[in-house]
């Protein structure tokens, strides 16, 4: 193995050494026999990405985060890989965040001394919030990048799952501090030290692969479709129909009105399609079926009745009730954070619907207040498990409104009056006993469990919170 100070990457190729006296065609040549090299290393580590896969994937459901970590070539690969995820599969801002050293200038301008800031390293994870939900990816050919290092010693002191890529056999520090090693030696490069070439080569297949493989697991792939994308421009306008023509057999007119009733979301349009249901009941059923649309369709395709909130799994798991409580928490964070991208939002795309920022929040706090705690309340206090023993929690003078009041209050206030409410509930949660969680309620005349109805509120946030942000293409309404 070689030490912290010698990488094989540095080393002298003795297949190239006469590269400086090459014509062009030998240069391509040699060029593309060690590139031949690089596929086979990646397959050896096969093992390991299913692993890292795996791990991520759980974290992610669970409300987690993906974070890259490189310099230089590596934390390029790493922002390409994360900037990549919201258009190719639809995932929120930020769900997978890429950090280089020397911050965003350096994708444009090589910053060689940042790699060598272990302060910087900590002080950006810190920065990026990482905590025990999240898995840390640190990325460095080398194997002994000091600013990678630092970031992950100081991811793994938060609590979070920590990973390593390296083309190099890592370093003992990093073997340490890494849960998850993925070592492709691809040997040393064409040029020596030119890390861009063969080691960039493996990095970004592995980081292909990783990506991709989570986001299948998540459930942003139908079949081998790439539903999970919402048409935002005039490309993706044409895969969208397209899609929605192949899958559905809707085509012209018929077509842009499913997508535009979706909200420009194709996952969402073939859910409604082949359901049979609305917008807000397909989007249910997408989160109830952890996002993968050939589950929700094989459920419900067919049935006379598509429940809207007993969809969910009656099962609770292990350390669920932690999580939802905690996503719960976070709701009205996320419907702020909405808020302020649709305040900053430029360009032609007009709003999907009607309602304004304020009356989305709005109707969110009049749902906390009138419906959704009361219900919580009664089934925390009923503690009942029997079949015959499900409490109505239907309300006859709750209806909410079509078109929620709110236009005379501003978006911060509202949200801050739904932020303490929403405090409230989380309280009645955490101090329920354990077998509240599976106390059983009616609504709608389904029956349904307390976890199940707080999953639907988690659900429910994030659903305004996307048709907050959202927009429609103006080739979808025209």
């Known amino acids: 193995m070689p030490s912290e100070r010698q990488s094989p990457t540095e080393a002298m190729n003795p297949r190239t050494t006469g590269i400086d006296r090459a014509g062009t065609a030998e240069i391509v040549r040699l060029i593309q026999a060690e590139d031949r090299l690089v596929p086979d290393a990646v397959e050896a ?14 974290r992610l459901a669970s409300g987690g985060r993906l974070v890259y970590v490189g310099a230089g070539t590596s934390g ?41 800031d272990e302060g910087a390293g900590r002080e950006d994870v810190r920065g990026a919030g990482v905590g025990p939900t999240d898995f840390v990816l640190g990325i460095a050919s080398s194997g002994t990048t000091p600013y990678v290092r630092a970031a992950l010693e100081e991811a793994a002191s938060l609590g979070a799952g ?9 370093a003992e520090s990093m073997r340490r501090v890494a849960d998850h090693l993925v070592t492709p030696i ?3 490069e064409v ?25 299948v697991r998540l459930g942003k792939v139908y079949g081998n479709l790439m539903v999970d994308l919402r048409a935002g421009s005039r490309k993706l306008v044409r895969r969208a129909l397209g899609i929605l023509e192949s899958v559905c057999g809707v085509a012209g007119s018929d077509a842009r009105t499913l997508l535009v009733r979706a909200g420009g979301s194709v996952k969402t349009a073939i859910a409604m399609h082949e359901l049979g249901v609305d917008r807000a009941v397909a989007e249910r059923v997408l989160d109830a079926c952890g996002g993968h649309l050939s589950r929700a369709v094989e459920r419900f395709a067919g049935a006379d009745h598509v429940p809207c909130y007993a969809c969910y799994p009656e099962e609770l798991g292990e350390g669920e009730a932690e999580v939802l409580a905690r996503k719960l928490a976070s709701g009205p964070e996320r419907v702020r954070s909405a808020c302020e991208e ?13 309602w304004t920022p304020a009356q989305h929040v709005a109707h969110l706090l009049q749902s906390e207040r009138e419906a959704y705690r009361p219900r919580i309340e009664a089934l925390a ?5 029997s079949a015959g023993e499900a409490p109505s929690l239907d309300f ?61 509120m988690v659900q429910h946030d994030a659903a305004h919170a996307e048709r907050i942000r959202e927009r429609i293409h103006p080739e979808l309404r025209d």
């Open 76 to 116: 390029r690969l790493g922002v390409l890989d994360a900037a990549e995820c919201p258009p190719t599969f639809g995932t929120e801002p930020g769900l997978v965040l890429g950090l280089i050293a020397g911050g965003a200038d350096a994708l444009r301008r090589s910053r060689e001394g940042a790699e060598d």
């Open 381 to 385: 206090a009923s503690e009942t498990e």
């Open 186 to 188: 691809v040997g040393p």
């Open 191 to 215: 040029v020596a030290g030119s890390t861009r070439m063969k080691a960039g080569t493996a990095t970004k297949l592995v980081l292909n692969t990783l990506s991709t493989g989570v986001m």
């Open 342 to 354: 649709h305040a900053a939002a430029t360009g032609p795309e007009r709003p999907a619907v009607g």
């Open 396 to 456: 006859p003078d709750w209806t909410p409104d079509p078109e929620p009041p709110g236009g005379d209050r501003s978006v911060a206030e509202l949200l801050l009056v739904f932020a303490a409410e929403r405090a409230r509930t989380v309280r009645v949660l955490e101090q329920a006993p354990r077998s509240a969680w599976h106390a059983r309620g009616t609504v709608d005349g389904d029956r349904l469990r307390l976890h199940q109805l707080a999953r639907a």
């Open 45 to 58: 580590e096969a093992a390991s990405i299913t692993a890292l896969i795996d791990e991520v994937a759980g």
């Open 162 to 170: 920590t990973g390593f890529l390296s083309c190099t056999p890592p």
